[in-house]
């Protein structure tokens, strides 16, 4: 069965700093591509950044230069570093893991406000 886990969300005062994390299990994770991805009240799901498993990452625009993905394959777990946090960046974020099929987290919740 695969299970994929998030963690790290909460309340943040703009200008601050969070780091999710996503364990996985039931997966062979050093193959999957990973994503995090978010979703606002009323919008889309949109990517926020991704990480291949040789480590390539990309970015959405919007979170270039203050987001962070990185991986640890021994610990099978993604990690997104989050700083100089927004309010446009409250929304559940999720986790993804890709490789024939596709799995989501179930979400953890981030607010960004004073």
């Known amino acids: 069965q695969v299970q994929l886990v998030e963690s790290g969300g909460g309340l943040v005062q703009p200008g601050g700093s969070l780091r999710l994390s996503c364990a996985a299990s039931?997966?062979?994770?050093?193959?999957?591509?990973m994503g995090w991805y978010r979703q606002a009240p009323g919008k889309q799901r949109e990517m926020v950044a991704g990480i291949s498993r040789r480590g390539t990452t990309n970015y959405t625009d919007s979170v270039k230069g203050r987001f962070t993905i990185s991986r640890d394959n021994a610990k099978n777990t993604v990690y997104l570093q989050m700083n100089s946090l927004k309010p446009e960046d409250t929304a559940i974020y999720y986790c993804?893991?890709?490789?024939?099929?596709?799995?989501w987290g179930q979400g953890t919740q981030v607010t960004v406000s004073s």
């Open positions: 993804s893991a890709k490789l024939f099929d596709e799995y």
């Open positions: 039931g997966i062979i994770f050093s193959m999957h591509y």
